[in-house]
């Protein structure tokens, strides 16, 4: 009888075990505010600021957005304007359903059954952004946001995402330079990552969204020591709406935000 206990213990403590083990990386986002690796204010020059010629320019000009195709809807067309008059020296890239599909299959080719085979579209939306990224290097801006300032500080970084509130990064607004480790480690981690979790939104957010690649974040920070924080900087929220960022996502009773 005891002996049975002991076992019965034990099962349960490796079970206990192992299921930590697996959401360690979930459970670590809960104490990560990202602060360590914040882009301060104070680094960022105010617009039209002579300091933003002096610092290297790593990440390419290029602004990457996505639609279904090129007919993009009147609600977005404003927003999608802003940034592509305010950055008439930069290349604008949509990425179309069928133009993103013809990436993968030419440059990604070990990636287009699992491409194809999402059963959402947002999931194909999701993963082109970071195949585009570390493809070609840019900025990646959701089609809902617009801008407000131009994003030339911003390219001084060899990359950045958007911190969220209160945990985590988002994935509406990222910028890198071509071949950034964090964006590999995150295209690789697509496949394994492809898991169907019965709830459409737990599996988009989970598979491809905002919580894998928090989750990525997390796992790329830990084989790296801090002093090598700089290739994956953190764009605190508030921060950037005193900066004139003007961030989507913080606002309710917006449909979008201007960066
Ligand atoms: C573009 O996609 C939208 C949304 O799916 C659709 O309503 C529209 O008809 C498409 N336009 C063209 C030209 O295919
Ligand atoms: C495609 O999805 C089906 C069902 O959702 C699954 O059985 C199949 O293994 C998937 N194929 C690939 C290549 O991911």
């Known amino acids: 009888m005891r002996r049975g206990l002991v076992i019965f213990l034990i099962i349960n403590a490796l079970i206990i075990v192992f299921l930590v083990r697996s959401v360690f990386t979930l459970l670590t986002l809960l104490v990560e505010d990202?602060?360590?690796?914040?882009?301060?204010?104070?680094?960022?020059?105010?617009?039209?600021?002579?300091?933003?010629d002096d610092r290297p320019q790593l990440i390419p000009k290029i602004?990457?957005?996505?639609?279904?195709n090129d007919t993009v809807p009147e609600r977005w067309r404003e927003?999608?304007?802003?940034?592509?008059?305010?950055?008439?020296?930069?290349?604008?890239?949509?990425?179309?359903d069928a133009k993103s599909r013809e990436l993968i299959a030419t440059e990604y080719p070990w990636f287009l059954s699992?491409?194809?085979?999402?059963?959402?579209?947002i999931q194909r939306a999701d993963a082109i952004r970071y195949f585009?990224?570390?493809?070609?290097?840019?900025?990646?801006?959701?089609?809902?946001?617009?801008?407000?300032?131009?994003?030339?500080?911003?390219?001084?970084?060899?990359?950045?995402?958007r911190r969220t509130n209160p945990?985590?990064?988002?994935?509406?607004?990222?910028?890198?330079?071509?071949?950034?480790?964090f964006f590999t480690l995150v295209i690789e981690s697509l496949i394994p990552y492809n898991r169907n979790w019965k709830l459409p939104y737990i599996t988009v957010m989970y598979s491809t969204g905002p919580l894998f690649l928090s989750v990525i974040?997390?796992?790329?920070?830990?084989?790296?020591?801090?002093?090598?924080?700089?290739g994956s900087s953190v764009l605190g929220g508030r921060k950037c709406t005193r900066?004139?960022?003007?961030?989507?996502?913080?606002?309710k009773d917006t449909d979008g935000g201007r960066i």
């Open 114 to 121: 699992t491409f194809d085979n999402y059963s959402q579209p």
């Open 217 to 230: 974040w997390q796992e790329y920070k830990r084989g790296r020591p801090s002093s090598t924080i700089a």
């Open 34 to 52: 990202g602060s360590a690796d914040a882009i301060h204010s104070a680094e960022i020059p105010p617009p039209n600021s002579p300091r933003i």
């Open 243 to 251: 900066l004139g960022w003007q961030c989507s996502g913080e606002s």
């Open 63 to 68: 602004i990457h957005q996505t639609y279904v």
């Open 167 to 181: 945990t985590g990064i988002s994935n509406d607004a990222m910028g890198s330079v071509p071949h950034h480790p």
């Open 79 to 96: 927003a999608q304007k802003s940034c592509v008059d305010l950055h008439e020296d930069y290349e604008y890239k949509l990425w179309t």
């Open 132 to 161: 585009v990224l570390s493809h070609y290097g840019g900025i990646y801006i959701d089609l809902d946001d617009g801008c407000n300032r131009r994003l030339d500080p911003l390219l001084s970084y060899p990359a950045w995402v």
